[in-house]
């Protein structure tokens, strides 16, 4: 990432959370139809950085990355509902727990713009 500077605009380094939330709140106004898509890698590859340079480069997108490593990766899967410490999978063995969260919270599926955890109710 040190070898593309242009490309972190300045902003390598820990972030909270809320921090990370909210980033984008004014240049995402409502009503400009916009989302956030995210995935896991569990290696950053030349490739990988090859397509994200070349897609920046068009202006087809902003792309930011976020290490789940060191402290993140020190917390047990069930400690809370973000199980994926390990960056392989959403939610990993929480899923059948955080169903059960949905279907007494949201059984009707209101919020599932998401990684979605489907009700079986």
């Given at each position: 990432?040190?070898?593309?500077?242009?490309?972190?605009?300045?902003?390598?380094?820990?972030?909270?959370?809320?921090?990370?939330?909210?980033?984008?709140?004014?240049?995402?106004?409502?009503?400009?139809?916009?989302?956030?898509?995210?995935?896991?890698?569990?290696?950053?590859?030349?490739?990988?950085?090859?397509?994200?340079?070349?897609?920046?480069?068009?202006?087809?997108?902003?792309?930011?990355?976020?290490h789940?490593?060191?402290?993140t990766?020190?917390?047990?899967?069930?400690?809370?509902?973000?199980?994926?410490?390990?960056?392989?999978?959403?939610?990993?063995?929480?899923?059948?727990?955080?169903?059960?969260?949905?279907?007494?919270?949201?059984?009707?599926?209101?919020?599932?713009?998401?990684?979605?955890?489907?009700?079986?109710?």
């Amino acid at each position: 990432m040190l070898a593309f500077p242009e490309l972190m605009g300045g902003e390598l380094g820990p972030q909270s959370y809320q921090e990370i939330q909210t980033k984008w709140d004014g240049l995402t106004a409502h009503g400009a139809q916009e989302y956030l898509k995210s995935g896991f890698l569990n290696e950053l590859t030349p490739e990988v950085i090859e397509i994200m340079v070349d897609f920046v480069n068009r202006g087809e997108t902003t792309s930011w990355c976020q290490h789940l490593g060191g402290a993140t990766s020190r917390v047990t899967p069930d400690a809370t509902a973000f199980a994926h410490r390990n960056v392989a999978l959403n939610y990993g063995p929480n899923y059948p727990r955080l169903v059960e969260i949905k279907n007494q919270y949201d059984p009707t599926n209101l919020f599932r713009l998401n990684a979605n955890i489907r009700p079986t109710v």
